[in-house]
Nanobody
């Protein structure tokens, strides 16, 4: 099993950048596919980005492609989400989640962090 905790959220103005971190505890971190999801008030949780265990494969939601970058440092048991050119519509609680196989479906993830709030003002 792996336990996850997110950090790095905050309040920023539109156009600013933030880097979120997802710190993992437990063994075999490099075997896990890690995804970022987000959920805004009154909306369903939506996919943001996914990275393979070795970091060689990534996938992004169309709404963030070109602005967000997912990466990982397995030596530090950490996955990052670099968010640039933030928009008010990026405001949400951001969650990281771990899965044994590649998937971008939130229902397939069983290990979740508690989330970190990102607020982007106009």
């Amino acid at each position: 099993q792996v336990r996850l905790v997110e950090s790095g959220g905050g309040l920023v103005q539109a156009g600013a950048s933030l880097r979120l971190s997802c710190a993992a505890s437990g063994r075999s971190f490099s075997n896990y596919v890690i995804s970022w999801f987000r959920q805004a008030p009154g909306k369903e949780r939506e996919f943001v980005a996914t990275i393979s265990g070795g970091g060689g494969t990534t996938s992004y939601a169309g709404s963030v492609k070109g602005r967000f970058t997912i990466s990982r440092d397995n030596a530090k048991n950490t996955v990052y989400l670099q968010m640039n050119m933030l928009k008010p519509e990026d405001t949400a609680v951001y969650y990281c989640a771990a899965a044994a196989t590649w998937t971008t479906r939130s229902s397939e993830y069983k290990n979740w962090g508690p989330g970190t709030q990102v607020t982007v003002s106009s």
